[in-house]
């Protein structure tokens, strides 16, 4: 027994060193981007963190739950959703709690989009975007689940089939970080934007969808965040 318990903590210490969860469902980069590629390159670096509270106005849609601003300290423990500790534990729900439905702070609204149209993910690199700590050195792919219809729910990570998936990406695809030539944190890693262009099909009926994120490595879901977007 305790050589079983001994090995679950260092399952679950292994899986919780690499997490993430959405933080905005739409936003608008082009010109943080600038900015985070300019300072790159001062003498000493210095580092834009898109996902801090005073760059909100560059947000124009949420996930469920979400705080405007967000405070990502609190969030690392009390928001972001951990699959697999969950599932180990019994707990197969596809979304944490607070996100099991189409619940929005009056200042934190959900995304819009048109059919055809596109919108951006964010979420933090958080070290991991060159495959640091992470399973053969891969950071995984973001993949976006959805039923394919207005109202329709993803309730269970049974639910995150192929059949489901309407994108799939990989993690660092559209990852800003920097310097060259290093791939930890401890090496000097600033991997602070991340994001995932969800195209939105042509073909989509006008309405509220929602959608699951879930980052996926070592052969699993790992995390996910759930976020709805109305049609219009």
């Not at 695809?173 to 944190?185: K, N, Q």
Request: charged share 15%; glycine share 10%; proline share 7%.
């Amino acid at each position: 027994m305790k050589t079983t318990t001994i090995s679950a903590v260092a399952v679950f210490a292994a899986l919780t060193s690499a997490h993430s969860w959405l933080g905005c469902t739409d936003h608008d980069n082009v010109e943080i981007l600038k900015w985070m590629k300019g300072n790159s390159t001062l003498t000493p670096p210095v580092t834009i963190d898109p996902l801090m509270p005073w760059f909100s106005n560059f947000c124009k849609g949420w996930p469920r739950a979400k705080q405007n601003p967000g405070d990502w300290i609190a969030e690392s423990s009390n928001y972001v959703w951990n699959i697999a500790a969950n599932s180990f534990n019994g707990e197969t729900g596809a979304c944490h709690p607070n996100q099991r439905g189409p619940n929005y702070e009056g200042n934190a609204p959900m995304a819009t989009a048109r059919p055809g149209g596109q919108i951006r993910l964010m979420f933090g690199g958080n070290g991991h975007s060159r495959g640091s700590n992470m399973p053969k050195g891969d950071a995984g792919n973001v993949n976006v689940y959805w039923k394919g219809e207005p109202e329709a729910e993803i309730t269970d990570i049974s639910e995150f089939t192929e059949e489901n998936k309407l994108q799939s990406d990989g993690f660092s695809a559209e990852s800003f970080a920097y310097p060259a030539g290093v791939v930890s944190p401890t090496e000097g890693l600033q991997d602070k934007g991340n994001w995932q262009t969800l195209n939105i099909p042509q073909t989509i009926i006008p309405g509220r969808h929602m959608f699951v994120w879930v980052w996926s490595y070592g052969g699993a879901p790992q995390w996910s965040t759930c976020f709805d977007v109305m049609v219009q």
